[in-house]
């Protein structure tokens, strides 16, 4: 009697196993939420490190003009500037954004309203094979396409803002326009047929119904575009010209915070405080990385009502 | 203008914009291509690279591409795969713990490379001495790859129906077992087209890179299969340039004569490699799917 009752109150070999999995799958989990954390503890402990062991005033580094952390001015501190960097950053960004958009949309547009046929047939294919293309390529082109033609058409050295910007403009077309292709994929169908069974012309049932509808998509595609274009290192570092000075106009070289970060980081001493100036742009990086989370996470939460 | 008027207008101005992109489009694929392809040969594609003469090679840039993704899919599978059964097996779906892990999982997808790379480099590469070497850029790649192969092993976990699991639990089974016997093998031609489209992206991959895995190609002896030796392509611990870490190299240095040549013809490379990838990603999924299943 002992042993059946010792074998029903044991543990089953099979549930030991599936605490056993349970254990191990969960410690995978963990070991990504681990590495989240510890990438904003360390790279936040190397970019505050600016401010607290070098005594950088934050207002001077994010407004200060001049970025030569090598050399200190009349008073005995360091010109962190990272003005110019930040600037740049913005400015491909929004510009890159600014020209895909239109792109964007109208190419959706016409794949789902106006030509599903040669949309599914040549430009989804194609769209998805360019999101999948490597960055360097796209900057590989910007600097014997883009640049020549940008020095020969504006004057000057051909790299800057405007040449980052159209690269980016490349990079990020594709991705946009596939998102935007889901979203007006997932406007119901009944949308159209009410649109034009009310007598509206094919444009107005495009315009007034159909984007209407699915704005909050095209926003996320958008913000998500920009948050790719922010974070570009290479495509952008070289076509950009690095030059860390305040962008003059569009055609003269700049930086980004990227461009900045991969030519500096392996060129400086750790600890130093042209070091952790870096690190500290890297901070910002990671936090605007943040805010463009949290702004796809309110649009996808107001959208959803 | 009417409303006619109009819907001519912009159905005109919605064909020049789909046209223009398609140009573009075109012509990016186009220029990479012609310009690319002609530089293929069995000697460029084998031969060492030089740095400072002409009719150099990528042989050690591409093997060390293919064997960094190797490396970091041995590494970043298991854990995706741990990390998707978990959130959609065992982990209950309205508890906050889960949600702030997914968020934790969507902001690390988000996170632009260069700052993981950066991260790589001061934890392994100096705080853990591990140098540049292909361990150091695996591990970096792997935390690029981790989100996207997480969510992609969850999505195709999350295809298969509840059926399937409330039929395990009657027939007596654990979850894990249900888990390991019947989801897993019903999931999996979806959960291999993921792995392989996340090869294709992490394939591409340089801004991670840089500081993980080195800028430098060092010799390789093709003849020497000793992973513990300095020169054998095995040895993970030597640096490693991979593709398209040398496309952007040779392009910012500018110190090599026939750099653009080159670069051309490596983009060539990078971009029929993500097409591969992407048609076998197809290809694998359709004939996994007729193998495992009665469908004709």
Known sequence: ?305 | MNAKQADKVATIVLYVIAGSVILILAALLGYILIQGVPHLSWHFLTAPATAFTAGGGIGVQLFNSFYLLFITMLISFPIALGAGIYLNEYANQKSRLTGLVRTAIEILSSLPSVVVGLFGFLLFVVQFKLGFSILSGAIALTFFNLPLLTRSVEESLRTIPNLQREAGAALGLSRWETVVHIILPAALPSIVTGIVLSAGRVFGEAAALIYTAGQSAPALNFADWNPFNVSSPLNIMRPAETLAVHIWKINSEGIMPDAAAVSAGASAVLIIAVLLFNFLARYLSNSLYKRLTATK
């Open chain 1, 1 to 305: 009697m002992d042993e059946i009752r010792e074998s029903l109150l044991k543990e089953s070999k099979a549930a030991r196993r599936d605490k056993f999995g349970r254990a191990i799958s969960f410690s995978a989990l963990l070991l990504i939420v681990v590495v989240v954390v510890s990438i904003f503890y360390f790279v936040a402990s190397k970019g505050l490190a600016t401010f607290f062991v070098n005594k950088v005033n934050i207002w001077d580094f994010l407004t200060g003009t001049k970025w030569a952390p090598g050399q200190v001015d009349a008073h005995g501190k360091a010109f962190v500037g990272a003005a110019p960097m930040i600037t740049g950053s913005f400015l491909v960004t929004f510009l890159s954004a600014l020209i895909a958009t239109p792109f964007a949309i109208g190419t959706a547009v016409f794949m789902t309203e106006i030509s599903p046929k040669r949309g599914a047939k040549i430009l989804g294919p194609v769209t998805e094979l360019l999101v999948g293309i490597p960055s360097v390529v796209y900057g590989f082109i910007g600097v014997s396409v883009l640049v020549p033609f940008m020095r020969a058409t504006f004057g000057g050295s051909g790299f800057g803002i405007l040449s980052g910007s159209m690269v980016l403009f490349v990079m990020i077309l594709p991705t946009v326009t596939s998102m935007t292709v889901d979203t007006l994929k997932a406007v119901p169908r009944h949308y159209r047929e009410s649109a034009l069974a009310l007598g509206a012309t094919r444009w107005q049932m495009i315009y007034k119904v159909i984007l209407r509808g699915a704005t909050p998509g095209i926003l996320t595609a958008v913000v998500f575009g920009m948050a790719r274009a922010f974070g570009e290192a290479l495509a952008v570092q070289m076509v950009v010209g690095n030059a860390a000075l305040m962008p003059q106009n569009l055609t003269s070289p700049a930086a980004t915070l990227t461009s900045v970060l991969t030519q500096g980081i392996g060129n400086t001493v750790m600890g130093s405080l042209e070091n952790n100036a870096l690190w500290s742009l890297a901070l910002i990086l990671l936090l605007m990385s943040l805010v463009f989370n949290t702004v796809i996470r309110a649009i996808a939460k107001k959208g959803a009502m």
